[in-house]
């Protein structure tokens, strides 16, 4: 599927920039301040809106998508940009875990100049997916022009200071939640118990070394003294292989987002230590190789007989009793001349994504299939 065209429109305010605009949504670069004043610090944010249906991802996006990624080339006056990131939001589809935003984000950042009082001028190339029914990648131009002169607050300030106040509050230094965490399990099967002190209907998200990823957390119970315990599954990515780790999170560090707590989301990062339970849990799920097998078989059923492929599947079926009289060449024939024209058709397809890349173009084409879930 090609994107559309995007456009641009005309900024009304200095503190806003102009809008980059697609079919599923728009995107641009807002200011706190209308002006740079001697401030060492300020308040900028990328701002995206979603047409309904339609969501972008967060920092760690789950099973499947890519978070926002900004490149700041080309701009002047900017020392440091820092990406805060809002308490994202669950989407479950088709047993796939994704966290992101939808409708309305505004995603925080600190900017430090390289000079105060001076004018700043920031660019930013930000490539990101979008996602309904389908995936669309984009590559966004995004920038804006904030004059020196007196800081005084922009009409955009309020909507940054919202999204502010929802970036998790990172914990430093004593860990005032009480949150301990325990491994089960070998090196490549194990699972994560955390305990903490939090209040409310909490949810916990868990990010890690990039060889890790993790499943949805689970509320299994609280204990007399009311911590919440969480049970989450660590899986393997493929970079685990290519970089030929141990495949053990003993010794590593984590960082967990705990949210639904009446004060806020908190983030805390935390080193595991080695001691490491290898006693298997209660209520594990037992993934042998029989179960994943008859999953697999199951799943094939259920794709075969929906009816975008039932109905091609008897057509099939009444061409192979039509050759029943015929003799064993051509009926060989007859199937490879089959395998040949899907071959062709698949080859035709993905060298026509490729010619659309070299010319430029964005192209979108099975996502959904290229998560190595």
């Known amino acids: 599927m090609l994107n559309s065209v995007p456009y641009m429109s005309v900024?009304?305010?200095?503190?806003?920039?102009?809008?980059?605009?697609?079919?599923?949504?728009?995107?641009?670069?807002?200011?706190?301040?209308?002006?740079?004043?001697?401030?060492?610090?300020?308040?900028?944010?990328?701002?995206?809106?979603?047409?309904?249906?339609w969501k972008i991802y967060w920092r760690s996006p789950g099973d499947a998508g890519y978070p926002p990624k900004m490149d700041w080339a080309g701009s002047k006056n900017l020392a440091k940009v820092d990406t805060n990131w809002p308490a994202p939001i669950r989407f479950s589809v088709v047993g796939l875990e994704t966290l992101g935003y939808k409708d309305e984000v505004v995603i925080p950042l600190n900017i430090i100049p390289l000079v105060p009082n001076k004018k700043i001028i920031a660019k930013a190339k930000v490539n990101y997916l979008t996602c309904n029914k389908i995936c669309i990648p984009y590559s966004a131009k995004i920038s804006l022009d904030l004059p020196s002169g007196p800081e005084t607050s922009s009409l955009e300030g309020r909507l940054i200071s919202k999204f502010r106040s929802l970036v998790p509050k990172k914990i430093i230094g004593k860990n005032t939640f009480n949150t301990s965490v325990s491994i089960f399990g070998p090196p490549g099967d194990q699972i994560l118990r955390v305990k903490s002190t939090i209040s409310g209907l909490p949810d916990l998200l868990v990010e890690g070394p990039r060889e890790f990823r993790f499943g949805r957390a689970r509320l299994i119970e609280r204990d007399k003294s009311g911590k919440a315990i969480f049970q989450i599954r660590v899986f393997l990515t493929d970079k685990s292989m290519k970089l030929g780790s141990v495949h053990d999170l003993s010794g590593k560090e984590i960082t967990l987002t705990l949210l639904g707590d009446i004060n806020g989301a908190i983030e805390q990062k935390l080193r595991?230590?080695?001691?490491?339970?290898?006693?298997?849990?209660?209520?594990?799920?037992?993934?042998?190789?029989?179960?994943?097998?008859?999953?697999?078989?199951?799943?094939?059923?259920?794709?075969?007989?929906?009816?975008?492929?039932?109905?091609?599947?008897?057509?099939?079926?009444?061409?192979?009793?039509?050759?029943?009289?015929?003799?064993?060449?051509?009926?060989?024939?007859?199937?490879l001349a089959s395998a040949a024209g899907i071959i062709f058709s698949f080859f035709l397809l993905g060298s026509t994504v490729l010619v659309l890349k070299a010319l430029g173009k964005t192209v979108g084409w099975g996502f959904q299939f290229q998560q190595p879930i």
């Not at 697609?22 to 401030?39: C, F, H, M, P, Y």
């Not at 990328?46 to 309904?52: A, D, E, G, S, V």
């Not at 037992?286 to 008897?314: E, T």
């Open 11 to 53: 900024a009304v305010y200095a503190a806003a920039g102009p809008w980059w605009s697609t079919e599923q949504g728009s995107v641009r670069l807002i200011s706190e301040t209308n002006a740079v004043d001697n401030s060492k610090n300020l308040y900028f944010g990328i701002h995206f809106r979603m047409k309904p249906g």
């Open 272 to 335: 595991l230590n080695g001691n490491v339970l290898h006693k298997k849990q209660q209520n594990d799920p037992d993934w042998s190789i029989l179960r994943i097998v008859a999953l697999a078989v199951l799943g094939g059923l259920i794709l075969n007989l929906m009816p975008c492929v039932l109905p091609v599947l008897s057509i099939k079926l009444l061409s192979v009793i039509r050759y029943s009289d015929d003799e064993a060449p051509t009926i060989r024939r007859g199937f």
